[in-house]
């Protein structure tokens, strides 16, 4: 079965360093890839997506992830982190191969970024 | 233009009840999802709608959840014999296909307390 998995429920980062949240998946074809974010107390907005081409994907607020299929993941960076930056981060997937246009999130990963 | 709206914001019920609980999707788009969102769960998809399709109901948790959608646009949930562990925040979102390639919009979310 299709799954994604976020492997740290918190990330800690000072402002202006670099970050990254992690994201992992498993599906049987080739996927079509997603980050979502929700601020407090806001509705969860899209960040970026990886359908194909360009491995790396740039998104919105300086947001990217990179597409490695050998290591199945796709994690989100960000070259300098802001406090602002601070929300909950999720990665999500659909499994092409199936047929089915299901979207599975992970757990979501708390992103912290201290002044 | 206008987003995804849900309604209520907020319900608070008692166990045993009832409730419904009710998307408006962005006009045109024809795919509509329903999610949950309980404390450190993550986004837990509940059920899909696509167009004229059959809707995929494999999220949904038991016989005590259904949807429907009614002239391709506004969806209800409803829970009947409230539990407890029904409460979370319950998402809505649609994209303009359903072919999983789509951006989803969310909407706010219905935070539901079964006391």
């Known amino acids: 079965a299709q799954s994604v998995a976020q492997p740290e429920d918190q990330v800690n980062v000072a402002e202006g360093n670099p970050l990254t949240v992690k994201c992992t998946y498993s599906v049987s074809g080739n996927p079509y890839l997603f980050w979502y974010v929700q601020y407090p107390n806001r509705g969860l907005q899209f960040l970026l997506k990886y359908i194909t081409g360009d491995n790396l994907v740039k998104g919105s607020y300086g947001f990217e992830a990179e597409f490695n299929k050998s290591q199945t993941s796709f994690h989100l960076k960000k070259p300098s982190a802001l406090v602002s930056d601070s929300a909950l981060y999720f990665c999500?997937?659909?499994?092409?191969?199936?047929?089915?246009?299901?979207?599975?999130f992970g757990k979501g990963t708390r992103l912290h970024i201290l002044p | 233009g206008a987003g995804v709206s849900q309604s209520p914001s907020n319900k608070v019920t008692e166990k045993g009840k009832d409730v419904e609980l009710r998307c408006d999707p962005i006009s045109g788009h024809t795919a509509l999802y329903w999610y949950r969102q309980s404390l450190g769960q993550g986004l837990e998809f509940l059920i899909y709608f696509q167009g004229n399709s059959a809707p995929d109901k494999s999220g949904l948790p038991s016989d005590r959840f259904s949807a429907e959608r009614t002239g391709g646009s506004v969806s209800t949930l409803t829970i009947q014999r409230t539990q407890q562990e029904d409460s979370a925040v319950y998402l809505c979102a649609s994209s303009l296909a359903g072919q999983g390639r789509e951006t989803q919009y969310f909407g706010p979310g219905t935070r539901l307390l079964v006391l």
């Open positions: 999500a997937v659909r499994d092409i191969g199936r047929g089915n246009d299901k979207i599975i």
